[in-house]
């Protein structure tokens, strides 16, 4: 199963223009998540509605996940 991941940055700041990425499994639309200042939107394939959180109630999410993922150094 092979992922895609693209994404547009915007030419401005993040404040006034959302950042989008286009996420695939197999070359099939498995969604479209929206980044802005405020909250992340995920969209599934076909939907006009998305699935809104702020970014306070996705930080308290990712705090009951196991920690298996380690920093990448830069």
Do not use: C
Not at 44 to 68: R, S
């Amino acid at each position: 199963m092979k992922h895609e991941v693209t994404f547009d940055i915007p030419t401005r700041d993040l404040g006034k223009t959302d950042v989008h990425f286009l996420v695939k499994i197999d070359n099939e639309l498995l969604g479209k998540l929206e980044v802005s200042k405020g909250a992340l939107v995920w969209y599934p394939p076909n939907t006009v509605l998305g699935h809104k959180i702020t970014w306070l109630q996705f930080a308290k999410l990712m705090q009951g996940y196991p920690k298996a993922e380690r920093r990448k150094k830069p």
